[in-house]
């Protein structure tokens, strides 16, 4: 009984025994001393109060396991409550509480008559706020599941798209190539070798259901390494503290679409940077220049509300993708991480 008890239950305990007595009108009604106070409120939390948590909690735990329907399990309580406080606890209390001279038989019944009412009336309010608690907790539950269902499916749609390769990019990447090859065949390979990182990346694993932020900066590196001077450096893109990057979960179709028009527009400088904490990554992608005017006019090439509107449809309304105007533009990337 003991493991039932939750955090609480002893203010319950006398919260119920004071109010049992001031329904049953004994404080009200009947001018009595502090002390016939005290030992009367004392005999309605020992007879009442602690019952009446105690039965609940069980009561609470058999419904909870499927054990006894709810319209038996809690008139049980109130009935148990009301006989075991009157004619069990209370006889049991005489000899240390002791007894009133005018009390009698009567006065039991009287007592349990008027106290079934109220009981039956609090737990009955109990009951059904519990059950209104528990329909939220399940409607709450139905919708964190179909949320995540419709996260899991917009994913994995995102992760299809990102694996059709462009046929603009992959021919004049290729008749680029091609060109290189035969003029500067060192170079060429290189850049064919990085051209083929780049595909192998955008290809998802066969039972992948999301990306990860180490496959989506393998993509993002071979593709500043496929625009490059030389095909094998990115040296337009600083990636600052990304050597290693940790397989955290990430929206597909989001980083390196955010970071391609800015390669694409062949005079900017960029870095770009990891952070978390508080079971948040964050993705920082400054500017380094040349000017603060030819920056931000890359930047004005970012689809940037299509870019966090599928963000927000993998990772739901905490993650975020917004464009800062500081000495450079910055772009942050933020999105929650798994629990």
Same mark, same amino acid.
């Given at each position: 009984? =003991? !493991?039932? %008890? ?7 305990? @006398? ?16 001018? /009595?001393?502090? *002390?016939?106070?005290?030992? !009367?409120?004392? #005999? ?16 609470? =735990? ?5 054990? @006894?329907?709810?319209?038996?399990? #809690?008139?049980?309580?109130? &009935? ?13 209390? +005489? ?13 039991? +019944? ?15 309010? +109990? ?19 179909? &949320?995540l269902r419709e996260r899991q499916l917009a994913a994995t749609q995102l992760l299809a798209l990102q694996a059709r390769v462009d046929p603009a990019l992959l021919s004049d990447r290729l008749a680029a190539i091609d060109t290189e090859l035969a003029q500067a065949p060192q ?8 051209? /083929?990182?780049? %595909? ?8 992948? *259901?999301?990306?990860? $932020? ?8 071979? #593709? ?9 450096? =990115?040296?337009?893109?600083?990636? &600052? ?41 964050? $993705?920082?992608?400054? !500017? ?20 966090? *509107? ?10 975020s993708l917004v464009l800062l105007i500081e000495d450079m533009p910055v772009f942050k990337l933020t999105w929650p991480l798994p629990t």
């Amino acid at each position: 009984m =003991t !493991a039932m %008890l939750k955090p609480g239950d002893a203010g319950w305990m @006398l919260l119920v025994g004071a109010a049992t007595l001031v329904a049953n009108g004994t404080p009200l009604n009947n001018p /009595i001393s502090l *002390q016939d106070t005290v030992e !009367a409120l004392t #005999y309605n939390v020992l007879q009442f109060g602690v019952p009446a948590v105690l039965l609940l909690r069980l009561a609470d =735990t058999l419904v909870d396991a499927r054990r @006894l329907p709810a319209w038996l399990a #809690y008139p049980a309580v109130v &009935a148990a409550t009301v006989i075991g406080g009157v004619w069990l606890i209370a006889p049991a209390l +005489y000899p240390l509480l002791g007894k009133a001279e005018w009390w009698t038989r009567a006065n039991d +019944y009287a007592l349990a008559s008027t106290t079934v009412v109220w009981h039956a009336l609090g737990v009955g309010v +109990y009951a059904q706020l519990r059950f209104s608690r528990r329909a939220q907790a399940r409607l709450q539950a139905l919708q964190d599941a179909a &949320a995540l269902r419709e996260r899991q499916l917009a994913a994995t749609q995102l992760l299809a798209l990102q694996a059709r390769v462009d046929p603009a990019l992959l021919s004049d990447r290729l008749a680029a190539i091609d060109t290189e090859l035969a003029q500067a065949p060192q170079r060429g390979q290189a850049r064919l070798a990085a051209l /083929i990182e780049l %595909l192998r990346a955008l290809q998802p694993h066969v039972q992948a *259901q999301l990306s990860t $932020l180490g496959r989506e900066v393998a993509a993002l590196r071979a #593709y500043a390494r496929l625009v490059s001077a030389d095909g094998q450096h =990115t040296e337009r893109l600083h990636l &600052a503290s990304l050597a290693d990057p940790p397989d955290w979960p990430l929206a597909p179709m989001v980083l390196l679409p955010l970071v391609r028009p800015l390669l694409d527009d062949g005079a900017t400088l960029w870095s770009l940077s990891l952070h978390a904490g508080d079971g948040v990554a964050e $993705l920082r992608l400054r !500017a380094l220049g040349p000017d603060l005017a030819q920056t931000r006019l890359a930047a004005g090439h970012v689809p940037l509300h299509e870019l966090a *509107q599928r963000l927000h449809a993998v990772h739901g309304q905490g993650a975020s993708l917004v464009l800062l105007i500081e000495d450079m533009p910055v772009f942050k990337l933020t999105w929650p991480l798994p629990t």
